[in-house]
């Protein structure tokens, strides 16, 4: 059984570029959320879909925006990128509210340049 | 405001040394914590749930505890293969989870 596919893996943009992550939830996770890693922190949470919908948001600003598809996939989609913007980008898929878990995926690291 | 607080930030140990790891936490409403493991350059590996006080799981050489306002991991005998980083998460009335700076274990041979 797959577990959370993200992609790509690994990925460098230039200041001021946008950026398109990637992510398949795990096999009977309807329930998408982002996470950003900065180095030696811990995730900070950035939103969550669920029914092709944002249903809540962390303090990120709008450069950052998502969507999630029919099949519950998801992109995170970051404009104007700044050079804060560098961290691990982690997606997580649960089942419902989360209460019983999230699965995460290994993650796309971003580094802007 | 909610906080999540791990400690200590980095923990040395030598093989079979036994230690616990500590998370506290301050929200309202927790409807459950998180235990994840994380090694560089990887997502977090799930552990544990727990979600009243009082309550104990186990997995190997790992043991987490609840109370009302903390947390610990417990490692009984490490072996270096279970050096990484575990990070300690809540789930309260929102659905996010709020993680803590995690702690950083190294385990030498």
């Known amino acids: 059984d797959a577990g959370v596919t993200q992609s790509p893996t690994h990925l460098i943009k230039t200041r001021g570029q946008q950026v398109t992550l990637r992510c398949s939830p795990k096999?009977?996770?309807?329930?998408v959320s982002w996470y950003q890693q900065a180095l030696g922190q811990g995730p900070q949470f950035i939103f969550q879909y669920y029914e092709e919908e944002e249903r809540q948001r962390g303090n990120f600003p709008d450069r950052f925006s998502g969507h999630q598809f029919p099949n519950y996939s998801s992109e995170l989609n970051v404009n104007a990128l700044l050079l804060g913007d560098s961290a691990l980008y982690l997606c997580a898929s649960s089942e419902g509210q989360g209460v019983n878990g999230y699965t995460f995926g290994s993650g796309t690291r971003l580094t802007v340049v | 405001e909610d906080q999540v607080t791990q400690s200590p930030e980095a923990l040395r140990l030598q093989e079979g040394e036994s230690s616990s790891l500590n998370c506290s936490y301050t929200v309202s409403g927790l409807r459950g914590l998180f235990w994840y493991r994380q090694d560089p350059g990887k997502g977090p590996e799930f552990l544990f749930t727990?979600?009243?006080a009082g309550e104990e799981k186990e997995k190997e050489r790992l043991k987490a505890t609840l109370t009302k306002k903390e947390s610990f991991l417990h490692i009984t005998a490490p072996k270096p293969e279970d050096s990484a980083t575990y990070l300690c998460a809540v789930i309260h009335n929102t659905d996010k989870l709020i993680f803590g700076t995690g702690t950083r274990l190294q385990v030498f041979p």
């Open positions: 727990l979600y009243s």
């Open positions: 096999s009977g996770h309807d329930t």
